[in-house]
């Protein structure tokens, strides 16, 4: 019984998982086709706002919830999720092909961040060998996962790896002042934070003249804002929520390990120019690393 009880929540986090392995390709790809990450951002995030509040309209509950927050839950979660998400969406926009297994899995290091953080904020006291074991893993990921060929050879910028680096801190921060400040998980504010995710690309757009620059509306343009507004936006994200309510939250998290390889797999399947000998090795040490530095620290298990 415990079984049956426990099955849909794992199903939906699992679906919800899969779905934010499509994330990088879809940043990507509505960069590319609409010539502006910011202006594919701002359809994307506001068709996910749509998705969730119809997900949450159908579970019968008010709308108002989506939007009587906390002052620090909307603080945190303009950091967290807001600027994350145009940090993370710009990085994919702007680098080149080559890198953007590398860009995705620097953000990826976000569980390196957690522990840091919560030794700061939660007072955490981490398992410090397993700490350092998968801090280091991790490092190694990211440094062989543009190749061995190219181990040695930095790209021609830094920028968007910054980007990446910087938005999977912010994320890391969300989730610790979250756990600080005991938020329980209908507290979010995930919706309410893509809406405003979405204005703030549509506005980072508009300032710089790229709105003007999208090409005539095509097929191939629709297809990804609503792959990536649906599905890593909107349905991920609330079904991850009804799954760790209801059902077991550390099997259901510990599907996140996936995401590092499953997201590069896509990545390699969608541009053969970022398929190289060291991305699928580099997204597993991602992954063990990030196992690792999560299960050195309680506090954040």
């Not at 019968?60 to 603080?75: C, F, Q, S």
């Not at 890198?99 to 620097?106: F, S, T, V």
């Not at 680096?165 to 979010?188: D, I, M, T």
Request: charged share 10%.
């Amino acid at each position: 019984m415990a079984f049956k009880s426990n099955s849909r929540p794992i199903l939906l986090g699992l679906i919800a998982t899969l779905c934010w392995c499509w994330s990088g390709v879809c940043f990507r790809k509505g960069s590319d086709l609409m010539g502006s990450s910011m202006v594919y951002l701002a359809w994307m995030t506001g068709c996910g706002s749509l998705t969730a509040v119809l997900i949450h309209r159908l579970q019968g509950h008010p709308i108002a919830e989506m939007i009587r927050l906390p002052g620090k839950v909307l603080a945190a979660g303009f950091f967290g999720v807001a600027l994350y998400t145009v940090l993370l969406a710009k990085a994919f926009g702007i680098a080149a092909e080559a890198d953007i297994g590398q860009i995705n899995l620097l953000n990826y290091l976000w569980p390196v961040w957690m522990v840091a953080l919560s030794m700061r904020l939660l007072g955490s006291r981490p398992r410090m060998p397993l700490a350092v074991s998968g801090i280091l893993l991790g490092l190694i990921g990211v440094a062989i996962s543009r190749g061995f060929r190219q181990f040695a050879h930095l790209p021609a910028t830094l920028l968007p790896h910054g980007l990446a680096l910087a938005g999977g801190f912010l994320w890391a921060l969300y989730v610790v002042l979250l756990r600080r400040w005991n938020v329980p998980e209908k507290q979010s504010g995930t919706a309410f934070h893509f809406a405003v995710c979405a204005a703030i690309a549509g506005l980072l757009a508009a300032v710089a003249g790229e709105w003007q620059q999208v090409p005539p509306c095509s097929g191939d343009m629709l297809f990804w804002i609503l792959l990536g507004g649906i599905g890593p936006v909107g349905t991920a994200y609330s079904l991850y929520e009804i799954s760790v309510k209801n059902g077991p939250v550390l099997v259901i998290a510990s599907f996140a390990y996936f995401i590092p390889v499953g997201s590069s797999l896509l990545i390699g399947f969608f541009y053969q120019e970022a398929l190289n000998s060291g991305l699928l090795v580099g997204a597993l040490c991602i992954a063990a690393g990030a196992w690792l530095v999560r299960h050195s620290c309680r506090d954040i298990e």
